[in-house]
């Protein structure tokens, strides 16, 4: 677990062999670019760094979201994107016998990543499915999430694709997967037995050995960087399954939320958007008791506010990070401290 920003000498395209990057708020919002994304990425595979797209959308085919990469003129093939719903019909394989009967509420995509892991998709509780993995998509109805519900009552075993309560659209932040899930948790009081997508580290996983390809060991947890928007799966999951994380300030996350983290969800190096990836990461040092550094930025925590040099300054976030969490691990509660509005 990630308790501290860390430092690097060189840019961290060049310190890490292996991008695990994020796609809703990182590369995209919906249909619409990030910017400067797309360029940092090609700059950072140029550096030498390869990229695996992990996503807990469960609801596009990796042909369908490798042909909207490419259209931001990037060079993806659909194997580099890890969707929640290839790791979903893994996993419910796992907890099924062979050609179970499986619930599915998802798009097209988990359908046919179920069916190929040779279950029988079925659409009714009626059905008697031995389980139910429940994803997302835009069109789902209400019907099909009481079948869910009929289902789990039932008996199913209960799995889900992810649990991001929000996800990025191209008007605004819509409700996700995880809010449809409480809805049927709330119909049934059940608690689903897994889930496939971030926070669990199982994604992250997936994709170094698949990066791997024909070499027998896959990428080392060390030589991995999981980047994305969100503290409570992009970044969590990173700590959780021993990788270093990077949050981006393009999507969910701001910097109330960063300055305000625990330790499961602090990043190990905090950047505005992608173009982070071609710089070094300073260091944050404590120049006395009060005072955080970080390059020319500093932070002041003293009679329970935190003041900073300016606060249009990605390092002076990152200074006063480093003064939060340490007066948060000594005991101290931040949300009781006034903490400085960023403009970034």
């Known amino acids: 677990m990630n308790a501290m920003l860390k430092s690097t000498d060189r840019p961290i395209s060049q310190t890490y062999r292996l991008a695990l990057l994020d796609l809703d708020g990182v590369v995209y919002r919906g249909k619409n670019p990030v910017e400067h994304a797309a360029d940092s990425i090609r ?105 869910v519900s009929y289902a789990v009552e039932r008996g199913a075993l209960y799995l889900v694709t992810n649990r991001d309560l929000t996800i990025p659209r191209e008007l605004g932040i819509a409700p996700g997967c995880g809010s449809m899930i409480q809805a049927v948790i709330n119909a049934t009081g059940a608690e689903p037995i897994a889930s496939a997508g971030k ?57 109330h939320e960063l300055m305000t983290a625990p330790a499961h969800l602090r990043p190990s190096y905090i950047v505005r958007d992608l173009r982070g990836l071609q710089e070094a990461q300073p260091s944050t040092d404590a120049s006395d008791g009060n005072v955080w550094t970080c390059a020319d930025a500093t932070a002041r925590l003293e009679d329970d506010s935190l003041t900073v040099s300016d606060a249009t300054d990605i390092n002076a976030l990152r200074a006063a990070c480093a003064a939060a969490w340490t007066y948060a691990d000594n005991g101290g509660d931040i949300g009781s401290v006034s903490l400085p509005e960023f403009s970034l």
């Open 199 to 255: 926070p669990e580290s199982a994604m992250y996983d997936e994709a170094r050995l698949l990066a791997a390809g024909n070499e027998t060991e896959p990428v080392s947890r060390e030589s991995c960087l999981a980047i994305g928007d969100r503290l409570d799966t992009d970044i969590e999951a990173g700590n959780r399954g021993g990788y270093d994380s990077l949050a981006v300030l393009t999507g969910v996350t701001n910097p």
């Open 43 to 147: 700059a950072a595979q140029r550096a030498g760094m390869q990229v695996e797209y992990t996503t807990n959308n469960s609801s596009r085919f990796q042909r369908v979201v490798a042909e909207q990469l490419r259209g931001f003129g990037l060079d993806v093939e659909p194997r580099q994107v890890i969707t929640s719903s290839v790791v979903a019909a893994r996993m419910v394989a796992r907890h099924v016998p062979a050609g179970a009967r499986i619930l599915v509420l998802g798009a097209e995509h988990l359908r046919e990543e179920v069916a190929g892991q040779g279950l029988t998709v079925v659409d009714h509780a009626e059905d008697t499915p031995e389980a139910v993995i429940q994803g997302w998509y835009p069109d789902m109805t209400w019907q099909q999430m009481a079948e």
